[in-house]
């Protein structure tokens, strides 16, 4: 493939795998280092054949990099604080009180996340946050489009399920 088709698939790609890997892994420079090594790959694997389901097959390499680094490195609850160790100052614009108030809602969908199992998570967060289609979810995660469905589905219930629990234990908490 040409440097060029590279450099396109990098612009088009790197902001939005980017925010999926640093969700995923709560760590800026562990997102980079992932990013760095999807689009490498990318160089060495990918065919121009593929190139119409470039996205979902980009974001399949980061999916199985983020497996691989996660399970080598991280316990869930490790990657928790990292997450809450990394949350970022209030904004100057704005009321400060909205500013903290949407930060606060973004750390408890964050820590959500991180409470889900890696298959809900995964989907869940392409599907709410990126928004792909089932049919790029069954490419990148290998299911069927009703598979994609039925663990959407479980996903979100999951992911209900325990935003309740911890939204009720901060109460009594």
Known sequence: MKNETYAELFRSYHQALYRYLYRMCGSKETAEELLQETFYRSMLSLRTEHLNMAR???YKVARHLYID???RHHTEQQAMQKLEKQASGIS???????ALEEKEQLQRMERVLLCLPEQYRTIVY???VDGFSYAEL????GLSVDQVKVNLH???KKFREIAAKLEEGSRNG
Do not use: C, F, N
């Open 69 to 71: 680094w996660y399970r």
């Open 92 to 98: 100057s614009l704005g009321s400060p009180e909205k």
């Open 154 to 156: 479980r996903g979100r």
């Open 56 to 58: 979902a097959w980009l």
């Open 126 to 128: 392409l599907r709410e």
């Open 138 to 141: 069954a490419e990148l995660l």
